[in-house]
């Protein structure tokens, strides 16, 4: 006597039915409706303990996944990520890791699917990628071998006051350097917060900006007085192309993570000090996936290149000519004057001799320029059109 399929809890009922009336034994039943005993006995204990629902189809799904997340891990994540929205499902983990070492924390992807399930991830919308600059600047692998800096897009607190956040980060260790709201983002202002990096951290080889003020200018080779300030302490002024932020990505992506962990403040001094508790969370607890899920303080040390008592002027070997630019942008040459850049005004130049008549022109140890002798022009290097063209 099979159990039909369409009506296996009545089969069921009665099963225990016809038991406790007494007048079977459970090996006659089990016989007759062709079960094990161990079936019989179980029907009939559910039967006891819950009465006709424990005759009910129970799911097969254990009650508990045996690679579930325990519930005091995901509290932790979940805290975690309260206090640090911008972090990712691998910088919570790596975190975490770090700080409970003996714990087996969950895969990143366990880690994801735990803060889409609590609604704490955006979907990102696909942009199009711009095609990589066919010329690419030069990469850093040591810390101070390059430090990028810019001025984040600038916004208002909530009392209307406007903040123009300059920030500087070592491109090796992805270390913040600063992070500071100016009130007027000049060559003083900003000057001074870069004498103050220095002192604090000593100098870098190179210094990755963009082409806007105050860093470069449209003068002869993009000069401007914070890049000349740069060159004489022996700092090369590294600029991106226009147009390719992506050149300064690693600095970019740090200012989408500022801009996400500091909204707007009440007030200008709310916002500073936004800022720097911004600092040494992103330096010394943030795991940074560039290093592996290092923090960029473990990665950084300061630059042995200490900030001098005193900024040299520049000096030329005893091979060049040397001509001090003039108020007006001018220096003097066989009785004419030559107009170079009123950047450069008040500052030494160096002037060597390549081919006749064509001079390569220096501004400490930085070719800046093309002298034509003959014309009296100064050209830019690596201009497109060959400035001898057109001579008579």
Same mark, same amino acid.
């Given at each position: 006597?099979?159990?039909?399929?369409?009506?296996?809890?009545?089969?069921?009922?009665?099963?225990?039915?016809?038991?406790?009336?007494?007048?079977?034994?459970?090996?006659?039943?089990?016989?007759?409706?062709?079960?094990?005993?161990?079936?019989?006995?179980?029907?009939?204990?559910?039967?006891?303990?819950?009465?006709?629902?424990?005759?009910?189809?129970?799911?097969?799904?254990?009650?508990?996944?045996?690679?579930?997340?325990?519930?005091?891990?995901?509290?932790?994540?979940?805290?975690?990520?309260?206090?640090?929205?911008?972090?990712?499902?691998?910088?919570?983990?790596?975190?975490?890791?770090?700080?409970?070492?003996?714990?087996?924390?969950?895969?990143?992807?366990?880690?994801?699917?735990?803060?889409?399930?609590?609604?704490?991830?955006?979907?990102?919308?696909?942009?199009?990628?711009?095609?990589?600059?066919?010329?690419?600047?030069?990469?850093?692998?040591?810390?101070?071998?390059?430090?990028?800096?810019?001025?984040?897009?600038?916004?208002?607190?909530?009392?209307?006051?406007?903040?123009?956040?300059?920030?500087?980060?070592?491109?090796?260790?992805?270390?913040?350097?600063?992070?500071?709201?100016?009130? @007027?983002? #000049?060559?003083?202002? %900003?000057?001074?917060?870069?004498?103050?990096?220095?002192?604090?951290? $000593? =100098?870098? /080889?190179?210094?990755?900006?963009?082409?806007?003020?105050?860093?470069?200018?449209?003068?002869?080779?993009?000069?401007?007085?914070?890049?000349?300030?740069?060159?004489?302490?022996?700092?090369?002024?590294?600029?991106?192309?226009?147009?390719?932020?992506?050149?300064?990505?690693?600095?970019?992506?740090?200012?989408?993570?500022?801009?996400?962990?500091?909204?707007?403040?009440?007030?200008?001094?709310?916002?500073?000090?936004?800022?720097?508790?911004?600092?040494?969370?992103?330096?010394?607890?943030?795991?940074?996936?560039?290093?592996?899920?290092?923090?960029?303080?473990?990665?950084?040390?300061?630059?042995?290149?200490?900030?001098?008592?005193?900024?040299?002027?520049?000096?030329?070997?005893?091979?060049?000519?040397?001509?001090?630019?003039?108020?007006?942008?001018?220096? @003097?040459? #066989?009785?004419?004057? %030559?107009?170079?850049?009123?950047?450069?005004?008040?500052?030494?130049? $160096? =002037?060597? /001799?390549?081919?006749?008549?064509?001079?390569?022109?220096?501004?400490?140890?930085?070719?800046?320029?093309?002298?034509?002798?003959?014309?009296?022009?100064?050209?830019?290097?690596?201009?497109?059109?060959?400035?001898?063209?057109?001579?008579?």
């Amino acid at each position: 006597m099979a159990w039909r399929a369409s009506s296996v809890v009545d089969q069921r009922k009665k099963f225990v039915q016809e038991y406790e009336s007494g007048e079977w034994t459970m090996a006659e039943l089990c016989r007759i409706y062709e079960i094990s005993r161990e079936s019989g006995y179980k029907w009939l204990k559910r039967s006891q303990v819950e009465g006709e629902g424990g005759l009910e189809d129970r799911s097969r799904a254990p009650a508990r996944h045996p690679n579930q997340t325990e519930p005091s891990i995901e509290q932790q994540l979940l805290q975690l990520r309260q206090r640090h929205p911008s972090w990712g499902a691998r910088k919570l983990r790596a975190y975490l890791q770090q700080k409970q070492p003996k714990r087996v924390w969950p895969a990143a992807s366990t880690v994801g699917a735990l803060l889409k399930r609590e609604g704490l991830t955006v979907p990102r919308r696909r942009l199009a990628k711009t095609p990589p600059y066919s010329q690419p600047l030069e990469s850093a692998v040591e810390p101070n071998q390059l430090w990028c800096s810019d001025f984040k897009g600038w916004f208002r607190t909530r009392d209307g006051q406007r903040i123009d956040p300059l920030t500087m980060t070592d491109a090796a260790s992805r270390y913040l350097l600063r992070c500071q709201a100016v009130d @007027k983002a #000049n060559t003083e202002r %900003v000057q001074a917060i870069f004498e103050a990096a220095f002192r604090q951290y $000593g =100098l870098p /080889l190179a210094i990755r900006t963009d082409n806007g003020p105050p860093f470069a200018s449209k003068a002869i080779a993009g000069l401007s007085q914070l890049a000349l300030y740069w060159i004489k302490l022996g700092i090369i002024p590294e600029r991106i192309a226009a147009g390719h932020p992506e050149q300064n990505g690693s600095h970019e992506r740090m200012h989408r993570t500022l801009k996400a962990d500091c909204p707007p403040e009440a007030h200008r001094r709310a916002q500073q000090e936004a800022f720097d508790r911004f600092r040494p969370t992103y330096n010394e607890q943030r795991p940074h996936e560039a290093l592996g899920m290092k923090t960029p303080a473990s990665c950084y040390s300061c630059s042995p290149r200490a900030y001098p008592a005193k900024v040299a002027q520049p000096e030329y070997d005893s091979d060049l000519e040397v001509r001090q630019v003039q108020e007006h942008g001018q220096f @003097k040459w #066989n009785g004419s004057k %030559v107009f170079i850049s009123e950047v450069l005004r008040g500052e030494r130049i $160096g =002037l060597e /001799l390549i081919e006749e008549d064509y001079w390569l022109v220096y501004f400490s140890t930085m070719p800046i320029a093309l002298f034509d002798s003959y014309q009296r022009l100064i050209h830019p290097l690596g201009a497109q059109s060959d400035p001898k063209k057109g001579r008579k």
